[in-house]
T-cell receptor, first 111, second 112 residues
Framework: DAGITQSPRYKITETGRQVTLMCHQTWSHSYMFWYRQDLGHGLRLIYYSAAADITDKGEVPDGYVVSRSKTENFPLTLESATRSQTSVYFC??????????FGPGTRLTVL | GQQLNQSPQSMFIQEGEDVSMNCTSSSIFNTWLWYKQDPGEGPVLLIALYKAGELTSNGRLTAQFGITRKDSFLNISASIPSDVGIYFCAGQKYNQGGKLIFGQGTELSVKP
């Protein structure tokens, strides 16, 4: 199916483990984004990418790593997960610089 | 980091009532967007606004780009149970590489 997908949808991990969240879009959009959503904070930008091999930090990048070797994929890695990274993570993509389309989210729990 | 001030935080209304929510900022935005998030899903774009004073409708939804460019409003007329969800405003400043700043959201509950 066309669109933007995220995997896994749910993940439980332990403190200190490495976790990678996947994001895939079929529109060939140039821009891709990673957000985290926490109660009381709305959506906060972690990292974004304007094109393949171009990434930049958002508002809350510490503890996260991204890469974008292909236009359609934008994985987010937590190198050493902490409990404060328990959250719902959303990936989004856009062709222009305003209208972003969101994936269904990944609910991550760090024990 | 900067966030938009969205109000109210939550609303409990009766089916058929009209709803109003707004988003304000201390700085100017070039674009205002309104999203809706259903439980367990990602936000979905409802309306995009590009010019100060612009008024745009999408069915029962109407949104306005404030004349000062520092605020935006969303109205829902004749609410129905499927309007339940969280509504987010988002703003974008000129030349920000596609980055959006989101409000904290307004959680809407509709009683049948």
């Amino acid at each position: 199916d066309a669109g933007i997908t995220q995997s896994p949808r749910y993940k439980i991990t332990e403190t200190g483990r490495q976790v990678t969240l996947m994001c895939h879009q079929t529109w060939s959009h140039s821009y891709m984004f990673w957000y985290r959503q926490d109660l009381g904070h709305g959506l906060r930008l972690i990292y974004y990418s304007a094109a393949a091999d171009i990434t930049d930090k958002g508002e809350v990048p510490d503890g996260y790593v991204v890469s974008r070797s292909k236009t359609e994929n934008f994985p987010l890695t937590l190198e050493s997960a902490t409990r404060s990274q328990t959250s719902v993570y959303f990936c989004a993509s856009s062709e222009n610089t305003d209208t972003q389309y969101f994936g269904p989210g990944t609910r991550l729990t760090v024990l | 980091g900067q966030q938009l001030n969205q109000s109210p935080q939550s609303m409990f209304i009766q089916e058929g009532e009209d709803v109003s929510m707004n988003c304000t900022s201390s700085s100017i935005f070039n674009t205002w967007l309104w999203y809706k998030q259903d439980p367990g899903e990602g936000p979905v774009l409802l309306i995009a606004l590009y010019k100060a004073g612009e008024l745009t409708s999408n069915g029962r939804l109407t949104a306005q780009f404030g004349i000062t460019r520092k605020d935006s409003f969303l109205n829902i007329s004749a609410s129905i149970p499927s309007d339940v969800g969280i509504y987010f405003c988002a703003g974008q400043k000129y030349n920000q590489g596609g980055k959006l700043i989101f409000g904290q959201g307004t959680e809407l509950s509709v009683k049948p």
